[in-house]
């Protein structure tokens, strides 16, 4: 019964959320549905103890991330910043490399520390335009705003600040930068196949004289700045470059050089410099960066207050629901049946702990619906056992780090994921007209990515 509550509530996780109902909401009450069908286990202690313990642990380490990404995604957006950039690169590139320009331009964006959401509003006016100036078919368009706004800038390149290369720092001890010529080589894997993929498909519709179709205007299609409000291309680059340098330096030269044994007290959480570096790294980048882009863009803001304070609340949802999945899987974690799972999970490749970290990532990833979501159930729940595995096996804790990472951003794109959602309601697109060509984008590529990175990783 153990066994069959926590399928069920699986089950149930998957279906109610892609039917639109908050993870807020589902991640407590199906977590209690299993602990009912395990019988025995105390429904108020769990929920307070495990569930709300974990979501707060989760909280206090990466809120941090959350909010600043959101109000410098925020104020990126408002300033004009992140138009500039989009029409700087379609500018360059024209009509004729409009799939590339897409791309470029969110990748550009999301690796600078751009929320995706924020990203997709920012592009979506301009690539819209763009895609119908050069008569490519309106329904490739989301997939290419998700191919360069959650693929290889999410998971892949080093040094992104993305929350999905954040989260597996603390468990294998390590920072943003962790395998970067693998990390590098699945970049490029998803970019370059992920653009060949739609540029074939553009080419096909018009060999069938196929256009860009006929499509009623959205309420994102009005989101246009007059060029004269735009910063010019210099200045709204120079935040975007300053998340990736400070966090680079940072990370290689001024935290190490530091002495922080007080970090050794109880106070403050009895950890070391190792442990905390990389998030400090980040945060320290983004609010310099914030500060930057708010000096460089003073006069454009509309109302810098209205900005700072709709990235803030942005930020909320974005990471109680992660939190929550995260209590989810304290709550799963700690029944008595999950060590039939956990057994099973460490036993399907026995002698390579890496390729049973992807599985376990990837299909949590899928189940949940979130690259972030699931990546932190699977590590919550099986990331001791993983490092352990690996150190005793002589694996790179950078190679364990890339691993998950890139696992987290396969499966988590299937049709139920929110960001995916999001995409299409922007795009006014729907899942039967444009998903065939995220998932390939999105899913297939970024697995063939993975698979690569794998091999070559074991190998070396």
């Known amino acids: 019964m153990g066994l069959l509550g926590i399928f069920l509530s699986l089950i149930l996780l998957m279906y109610l ?44 380490t990466y809120f941090p991330l959350f909010l600043l990404g959101a109000i410098f995604g925020k104020v990126m957006a408002d300033s004009g910043a992140a138009r500039s950039i989009a029409e700087w690169i379609v500018d360059r590139l024209g009509a004729g490399r409009a ?67 954040a989260i597996p720092m603390p468990f294998f001890g390590t920072n943003v930068f962790a395998a970067p010529l693998l990390g590098t080589l699945a970049g490029i894997i998803m970019l370059a196949g992920g653009t060949l993929w739609l540029n074939r498909r553009a080419a096909a519709a018009a060999s069938r004289s196929e256009g860009y179709g006929d499509h009623p205007t959205t309420a994102a299609d009005a989101n246009l700045r007059d060029e004269g409000d735009l910063p010019p291309f210099a200045l709204a680059i120079l935040p975007v470059v300053s998340v990736i340098v400070l966090n680079a330096l940072l990370t290689w030269f001024v935290f190490p050089a530091m002495t922080a044994d007080y970090l050794a007290l109880p106070e403050y959480g009895e950890t070391d410099l190792a442990a905390v570096a990389g998030i400090w790294a980040i945060i320290v980048s983004l ?47 700690s029944l008595p049946a999950f060590s039939i799972i ?41 990331g001791e056992q993983f490092a352990a595995l690996g150190r005793d096996q002589g694996i790179s804790m950078e190679l364990m780090h890339r691993v998950t990472a890139l696992s987290s951003g396969g499966f988590d794109a299937l049709p139920h994921n929110g960001a995916v959602i999001t995409l ?18 999105a899913v297939l590529i970024p697995v063939v990515s993975l698979v690569t990175v794998i091999v070559l990783g074991s190998v070396i």
């Open 17 to 60: 959320a892609y039917r639109g109902i908050t993870v807020l909401i589902l991640a407590p009450l199906l977590s209690l549905l299993a602990v009912a069908l395990s019988g025995g286990i105390p429904l108020l202690a769990t929920y307070t103890q495990v569930f709300m313990g974990s979501l707060g642990g989760y909280v206090i």
């Open 99 to 165: 799939v590339l320009a897409v791309v470029l331009s969110c990748g550009v964006l999301t690796y600078g520390g751009v929320s995706l959401f924020v990203v997709a509003f920012a592009v979506y006016p301009i690539a819209n335009a763009l895609f119908r100036r050069a008569d490519i078919p309106k329904r490739l368009l989301p997939a290419a705003i998700a191919l360069g706004s959650f693929t290889f800038t999410m998971t892949a390149f080093p040094g992104t600040p993305a929350i999905q290369n």
């Open 287 to 333: 609010v310099l960066s914030i500060c930057l882009a708010t000096l460089l863009n003073w006069r454009r803001f509309a109302d810098l207050r209205e900005s700072v304070n709709a990235g803030t609340m942005g930020s909320l949802l974005p990471i109680f629901n992660t939190a929550s999945e995260v209590g989810y899987g304290a709550v799963i974690a």
């Open 342 to 382: 956990r057994d099973a999970v460490l036993g399907l490749f026995p002698n390579n702990p890496v390729a049973s970290l992807a599985v376990a990532v990837n299909v949590l990833a899928g189940i949940t619906g979130s690259a972030s979501g699931g990546m932190s159930i699977a590590l919550n729940t099986l």
């Open 424 to 441: 299409l309601a922007i795009t006014g697109l729907t899942h039967k007209k444009s998903y065939a060509d995220i998932f390939v984008v």
